[in-house]
């Protein structure tokens, strides 16, 4: 038996793909009729349901793709676009059934259309490998997962790029995958060798900002700025709520004490106007053990912090690279 899925409306109705082609039971199993009419290969690896109509179904063979519209009775193929005729997998986009997702022996195809035409969605980690499932995120149908001897493969934008994610994994030959309809941060994969693993991904904020320069960047996105990075004493200063902000920490301002306090999470760091020593989680700290002169300062009106020491007690990396007088700080979740 190679697939068997259970009608969602009617308990009673079920479907099984196997060599030999699609049984359908109305009865909870107890009786089954061959329903091969219109297939052209009988060798069933998927079968899936509509989940806005119940009498179209879609199966995968070694022939390519079928359809039928009147809940298996007939079958017509739908292979239009496809290279790859070996089906492993279906899957329908939760939110728009006309949106389909096909894994091949060689790659992952899609369908906006219902299944009347295919168009190859596999950059070159996709290529020459059988793609043996594929899971949509029920929450953002752009977020798939697909998976093969070869590891799991991550869409976020509908399969038009994809990227390997198989750090940690010390079985690459991917068996099953399931998304946590709960919360789909909990992804789980099942291999051949290794057992069960959880995808617990690291996600990363980088920032860029470039001295004399009103445009910064995050992830490579730009962002215009009102007042640019300067330097004084041989460090960068800023208003740090475009370094604090993009990483989702608060930043306030006491104008009686003329203190600046900057939160995220458990962190938590005060300093004040023109003095050398600032505190972190209330233990006093030098803002530049070097240089004392290294203060936080207002000019024109607007208050300038140390870049670096600011970044670097939330948990960022700092890079500096002279050249191009740009300040790279990156922030791992």
């Known amino acids: 038996m190679k697939a068997l899925v259970v009608d969602f409306k009617d308990s009673n109705i079920i479907y099984v793909g196997k060599t030999s082609g699609v049984y359908k039971s109305t009865d909870g199993g107890e009786s089954w009729t061959k329903k091969i009419n219109g297939l052209i290969d009988t060798y069933i690896h998927a079968i899936v349901i509509d989940p806005n109509n119940v009498n179209v179904i879609y199966v995968g063979t070694n022939g390519g793709i079928f359809k039928s519209l009147d809940g298996g009775e007939n079958w017509i193929s739908k292979n239009n676009g496809l290279t ?18 096909a894994g091949t022996y060689s790659g992952v195809f899609k369908s906006t259309d219902g ?5 190859e969605k596999s950059n070159d980690l996709l290529k020459n490998s059988p793609f043996l499932g594929i899971e949509i995120d029920s929450k953002n149908s752009q977020i798939i997962y ?9 869409t976020i934008n509908g399969g038009e790029l994809w990227k390997i994610i198989n750090t940690g ?19 789980y994969s099942g291999t051949f060798y290794d057992g069960v693993f959880k995808l617990i991904e690291i996600k990363k904020i980088i920032l860029k900002l470039q001295i004399g320069s009103k445009i910064m960047y995050v992830n490579d996105g730009p962002l215009d700025i009102d007042v640019p990075p300067i330097i004084i004493e041989g460090r960068t200063l800023l208003p740090i709520r475009w370094v604090a902000e993009p990483l989702g920490a608060e930043v306030g301002w006491d104008g009686v004490e003329r203190k600046v306090t900057v ?8 300093l004040w106007i023109g003095k050398s020593i600032a505190k972190v989680n209330g233990v006093n700290k030098a ?3 070097d240089n004392p002169k290294v203060v936080p300062i207002i000019k024109d ?6 870049v670096r020491f600011v970044a670097e007690n939330l948990g960022c990396e700092v890079g500096w690279d002279a050249d191009t007088k740009t300040v790279t700080i990156t922030y791992t979740k």
Do not use: C
Not at 84 to 101: C, E, G, H, K
Not at 301 to 306: A, E, K, N
């Open 287 to 289: 803002i530049d053990p």
């Open 301 to 306: 009106g607007r208050t300038m912090l140390p």
């Open 115 to 119: 299944g009347e035409t295919w168009i």
């Open 169 to 187: 994994l010390t079985d690459k030959n991917i068996t099953s995958l399931t998304i946590d309809s709960n919360n789909s941060k909990n992804v």
């Open 263 to 270: 939160s995220l999470e458990d962190i938590h760091i005060e």
């Open 84 to 101: 790859q005729l070996r089906i492993f997998a279906i899957t329908i986009d939760p939110n728009n059934s006309n949106v389909l997702y």
């Open 146 to 154: 697909t998976y093969s001897n070869s590891g799991v493969f991550k």
